[in-house]
């Protein structure tokens, strides 16, 4: 992906890539939220991805209603959809094979243009190799995660008292978190 590297750290570029990572219902998205109220506080502008695995075991995602225009549009041989109003826009590619944050990631800043964000949240994707938050509710979840596959977790969303390799931040504590990441915790993931 061009002038984005993986781990390559530099506070200049944009935009800072943060990843969070955790199993179903663990408060990903709440997590994601908070950090985006955070950032937005500071001025900055944010993209958020979502990978959603669910999606990618049926005929059409969830986030298309069946039946709706688009899906019959797609059905009938229309390879990219739009679903467009005042208030925004998404673009469906319904033949997309290649699949990859890197590839999302591409995507999203092409779509943004020159308003490229400070910010890229990417919820899941947890063996990407962008720095990552892991959102736990105990020592024994995060041993699980990082079984599962997670890579580059630089810090923690968990309960008061976990013992965790990489530094802890209570739910709530978004500026903590994100003073964190932007002074040296995505460094870290490197």
């Not at 944010?46 to 995602?61: E, L, R, S, T």
């Not at 969830?62 to 019959?72: L, N, S, Y």
């Not at 995660?145 to 976990?162: D, E, K, R, S």
């Amino acid at each position: 992906m061009p002038n984005l590297p993986p781990l390559a750290f530099d506070r200049a570029r944009r935009p800072q890539i943060i990843g969070i990572v955790g199993f179903q219902d663990a408060g990903k998205t709440t997590a994601a939220e908070a950090l985006i109220r955070a950032a937005k506080r500071r001025g900055l502008e944010i993209g958020y991805v979502k990978h959603d695995g669910h999606a990618d075991q049926m005929d059409w995602p969830d986030w298309e209603k069946q039946g709706a225009d688009t899906v019959r549009a797609a059905r009938a041989g229309a390879r990219w959809t739009v679903a467009a109003s005042a208030r925004g826009w998404l673009v469906h590619d319904w033949q997309a094979n290649r699949v990859g944050v890197e590839w999302w990631l591409e995507r999203l800043l092409a779509a943004a243009g020159e308003e490229t964000p400070s910010i890229v949240i990417i919820e899941g994707v947890k063996g990407s190799l962008w720095p990552k938050v892991a959102v736990v509710a105990s020592e024994l979840e995060w041993d699980k995660l990082m079984v599962a596959g997670a890579v580059h977790v630089v810090a923690a969303i968990a309960p008061t008292g976990c013992r965790l390799p990489v530094p802890v931040f209570a739910a709530g504590d978004e500026d903590g978190l994100l003073d964190f990441l932007l002074a040296d915790g995505l460094e870290k993931g490197s």
